[in-house]
């Protein structure tokens, strides 16, 4: 049977691979050797956004990339009054088909873990800009985790496998006591983006 959707996955995470159109400007230094950083699962979200932003001025002294990747402490808002869900957009300001949303799930007080929402687009720096969220994510989450680890992570939830319906992309990992997930999201039969989960393991 044709591999229906394998050539919609190439295009999300194939065309990550290459730089060379992509107005992402990442440190030359920072593909070679691993960047200091703390994760944020367990800290209080005022402390996961500065690690999350102290991540990001790691990789990259571009400031278009660290403008679009870091977090403004003073937009991130909580959801409801039970203050469980702290929510944040990235993209705001530009195309409003490629907006990436961050939702910390908050439990007494300390960030427990992440949903993410990348959005599917027909272009190469929507695209790079999903891995990299994807993998910012997961050193988030685990900084024990070395480069090559990290990008496991993502062949171990099964981003990269070839599929024959929509239904069977994603699935879930657990590694170092952190549960990741990814699924898709579909609409009137297509893929509209995928959801990216990280939780601590109880």
Known sequence: MKKLFSVLLVLILVSCSSNDNSDLQINDESQSQEIVFENGLGKEPSEYVANWNKLISEISSDNDTLFYFSIDPEKVQWTSID??????????????????????????GVVEGVEFFA??????????RMRLFFLIIIAMSDDSLDKDERDSVLTKVGLY???????????GVTLNGIQYVI????????LLGLNFYSTRSK
């Open 119 to 128: 959005p599917v687009a027909n272009d190469d720096v929507t695209s790079q």
């Open 83 to 108: 203050r469980e869900v702290l929510y944040y957009q990235f993209g705001f300001n530009e195309n409003t088909d490629s907006i990436f949303v961050l939702n910390l799930l908050v439990t007494n």
């Open 161 to 171: 496998e070839e599929v024959e319906n929509l239904n069977q992309i994603g699935g």
């Open 183 to 190: 699924e898709p999201v579909i609409g009137n039969g297509r």
